[in-house]
């Protein structure tokens, strides 16, 4: 063989070499690149969840308690202070001057000056008692606040996990109405170009293509003003979980259930009633109001007993209008969550019949038994239909997270 092919031969090997190195790094390099993309994290329900409890709504929840709970330790102490009469505190010496004097200790000077800061203090003794009253009553006042606030911090948390749920899954639907608003696009795209087509065979005309322009442009922008709203939405939705507004945000679809434990109506109803805030302070006022009525001041005052008397039957009458309406509230509920649970069984069997019609569309398009277009109408209408599906499903899910609430009289 002669020597120049052969070194022909060993310079193409190394080429080869060469190539075969170069493709395979740009393979590992492609693979590596597409894992980190799959592996970018993504936002389940329940992570989300959690994220937001650290929200500046529930952080300033938490703020009211401390608050609340020191201003109560405050008038605790204050109380503290001026609970015991002044004179009291005098007693101790008095008794052990009197045993020096018993003894024969001379202490007469020590002993009137002392009897004299007694007899001050006990002449100061209604207006220290006052004092003390007034101090309790603060201190009650500001216990009172406290409990509320961490009442109202619990239902904030539970307020805040349906929050987070309205916002989830209202980020997913739009990004699944996106999806297929594009496809419409693809398919109102393609219209277009085959009756531009048809105009140039002579089977068209000008006007139906301007119009179909028109058509497309227009939804076109309706495209674009709905990708301004998702972002806008996924901002909000990372400024409640204490992310960065413009951070990326990819949310999973989250499995619904199926059957929802209605409940009875006179058991929801009772358990609401002891829970219902507004219910609970018309009926504390009331009893605050009746312990007026036995103060001497109100008594020995013309007519006020009769105000305050009237001021609780308005309330009285307030609690049966706020019962009534409770009733009203617990029987609308009742019946929306069985609709909407009715709802989410017949949108899973259109759900079901869409995807069959789908399946069947693309084996026909693969037999070439329907064009490409009707194969986008099929994808159309299986899209509509997820989107129809999962907005009844969430919003199924929704109403069971509602019935948590409802179940801690938060209406």
């Known amino acids: 063989m002669d020597l120049d092919i052969v070194k022909g031969m060993i310079v193409m090997l190394k080429q080869q070499k060469?190539?075969?190195?170069?493709?395979?790094?740009?393979?590992?390099?492609?693979?590596?690149?597409?894992?980190?993309?799959?592996?970018?994290?993504v936002l389940t329900l329940e992570e989300a969840k959690e994220m937001a409890r650290g929200s500046r709504g529930l952080m300033q929840s938490e703020l009211d308690v401390e608050k609340a709970k020191f201003e109560y330790y405050q008038a605790q102490n204050n109380y503290d202070d001026v609970k015991t009469p002044s004179y009291y505190n005098l007693l101790p010496y008095y008794f052990y001057l009197n045993e020096q004097k018993d003894q024969g200790i001379n202490?007469?000077?020590?002993?009137?000056?002392?009897?004299?800061?007694?007899?001050?203090?006990?002449?100061?003794?209604?207006?220290?008692?006052?004092?003390?009253?007034?101090?309790?009553?603060?201190?009650?006042?500001?216990?009172?606040?406290?409990?509320?606030?961490?009442?109202?911090?619990?239902?904030?948390?539970?307020?805040?996990d349906y929050q987070v749920e309205q916002m989830y899954t209202s980020i997913l639907l739009q990004e699944d109405k996106l999806v297929s608003m594009n496809k419409?696009?693809?398919?109102?795209?393609?219209?277009?170009?085959?009756?531009?087509?048809?105009?140039?065979?002579?089977?068209?005309?000008?006007?139906?293509?301007?119009?179909?322009?028109?058509?497309?442009?227009?939804?076109?922008?309706?495209?674009?003003?709905?990708?301004?709203?998702?972002?806008n939405a996924k901002g909000n939705f990372n400024d409640l979980l204490g992310r960065d507004y413009d951070a990326g945000l990819k949310l999973a679809h989250f499995s619904v259930n199926e059957v929802a434990l209605i409940p009875v109506y006179n058991d929801l109803l009772q358990l609401v009633t002891q829970k219902y805030d507004k219910l609970a302070q018309l009926e504390k006022d009331i009893s605050e109001r009746q312990k007026d009525l036995e103060d001497d001041a109100v008594k020995d005052t013309a007519y006020q007993a009769d105000l305050i008397k009237i001021e609780i039957k308005r309330q009285e009458?307030?609690?049966?209008?706020?019962?009534?309406?409770?009733?009203?509230?617990?029987?609308?509920?009742?019946?929306?969550?069985?609709?909407?649970?009715?709802?989410?069984?017949?949108?899973?069997?259109?759900?079901?019949?869409?995807?069959?019609?789908?399946g069947r569309a693309q084996k026909r398009f693969e037999l070439g038994l329907i064009?490409?277009?009707?194969?986008?109408?099929?994808?159309?209408?299986?899209?509509?239909?997820?989107?129809k599906f999962m907005s009844v499903s969430y919003d199924f899910s929704l109403a069971q997270n509602n019935l948590e609430l409802v179940k801690q009289g938060i209406l």
């Open 18 to 41: 060469l190539l075969t190195f170069f493709l395979s790094f740009i393979l590992v390099f492609l693979t590596l690149a597409s894992a980190a993309f799959s592996a970018e994290e």
């Open 107 to 160: 202490v007469d000077d020590q002993l009137k000056n002392v009897e004299k800061q007694i007899s001050d203090a006990k002449e100061k003794l209604d207006s220290e008692a006052d004092k003390a009253a007034s101090a309790r009553d603060a201190m009650e006042s500001r216990e009172t606040a406290y409990e509320d606030s961490k009442a109202s911090k619990e239902k904030s948390e539970k307020q805040l």
């Open 184 to 231: 419409e696009l693809e398919y109102k795209y393609n219209l277009l170009n085959i009756e531009r087509r048809r105009l140039a065979l002579g089977s068209s005309t000008q006007e139906k293509i301007d119009s179909l322009a028109i058509e497309t442009s227009n939804f076109n922008k309706t495209i674009i003003e709905a990708k301004s709203s998702l972002k």
């Open 317 to 358: 009458l307030q609690i049966e209008d706020e019962k009534k309406n409770l009733k009203e509230t617990i029987n609308n509920f009742i019946t929306e969550l069985n609709i909407k649970q009715k709802n989410y069984q017949l949108a899973k069997l259109d759900w079901e019949g869409t995807q069959k019609n789908y």
């Open 371 to 387: 064009s490409k277009l009707e194969l986008i109408e099929s994808e159309l209408d299986y899209a509509a239909g997820k989107n």
